[in-house]
């Protein structure tokens, strides 16, 4: 059977092929396959050592103030959002992860303790949570502030089809930043949480428009494809 998320890479002059699977859908398979090149092709990658969490850890933030989305562009972004008491973690092209807190700032994935985020406040006032991971450098991601000032929520409610995967994906509005997606038979409730972005099994579906605003279709991208382009019918 096909894969969750599958990469592969191949080094014509060093006649190496590598293939991930990932059945799992927690992690992202591109990442894993340039990594494995590294080892397998450079002799000093395994040399590096990343940070595993702060210097000093900071005063606990209030979990309401956590919550939200934090992006360094339209196209990847981390979701703090509370679900049946848990805190979980949304992730561009990733499947959602449970959090819990372990010290002052910083909280930890559930099954997977090794994954941290860390949330501070930067000098313009802006909340940032920072992740650390054992085998890469920390990265930073800033939370946003949208503007939902007139924003009709339920004007993308529709049919969006690709002739040529002869795929319909059917948004259904719900009230509030509240949807239901359904791609041919699989279902799955959303909401939008930036203007023009909803997540659906983990990938952000971005609403694509004309210069005066109407509304043309969807794109859908992840570790595979890119700017997959569903019209609006």
Known sequence: TGAWKASTIRFLEEELAIVVLNNSGKFGTNYLARRIADVLLFEDALKKEYPLGPDVIGDRLPEADILGTYADNVDYYYHFVVREDTLFLERSNREPVALEWEAGNVYHEINDPAFKQ????????QLEVTAYYPIHDPYTFTKTEANWAGYDFAGIAGTYYNDELDVTTEIKYKGGKEYTIKVNKEKEETEM????????????????????GAITGISYTDGRVENLLFARQ
């Open 118 to 125: 860390v949330f501070t406040w930067n000098s313009s006032g």
């Open 193 to 212: 949480i930036l203007p023009g972005s909803l997540f659906f099994q983990g990938t952000p579906l971005q609403i694509k428009r004309t210069e005066d």
